[in-house]
């Protein structure tokens, strides 16, 4: 069983910055990838960005050149930094786990870019 906690959502306006956090109850090399979705009302959960066991990571086309993904393997945490932001990246952010037996998820953590 892996638990996630995510921080650091909140209101920005638009070009503004955010910085949300990820921390793990387990080891994060026990993830395959881990990653951030978001989900927005009336739509589906997307894939924001991902980065795997070895180091890899995947952006969304939407949030490339603006949003960075990483690790701190001392601290079982992840991070998503969030540049340049629009009002359209307003979302519920989540945090995943993704292991060989299960998904894991976070509770979400609220995004809102507005002026």
């Known amino acids: 069983q892996v638990q996630l906690v995510e921080s650091g959502g909140g209101l920005v306006q638009p070009g503004g910055s955010l910085r949300l956090s990820c921390a793990a109850s387990a080891n994060i090399f026990s993830c395959i990838r881990m990653g951030w979705y978001r989900q927005a009302p009336g739509n589906q959960r997307e894939l924001v960005a991902g980065?795997?066991?070895?180091?890899?990571?995947n952006y969304a086309d939407s949030v490339k050149g603006r949003f960075t993904i990483s690790r701190d393997i001392a601290k079982n945490t992840v991070s998503l930094q969030m540049d340049s932001l629009k009002p359209e990246d307003t979302a519920v952010y989540y945090c995943?786990?993704?292991?060989?037996?299960?998904?894991?998820w976070g509770q979400g953590t609220q995004v809102t870019v507005s002026s």
């Open positions: 980065i795997t066991k070895g180091g890899t990571t």
């Open positions: 995943n786990c993704q292991t060989p037996w299960n998904d894991f």
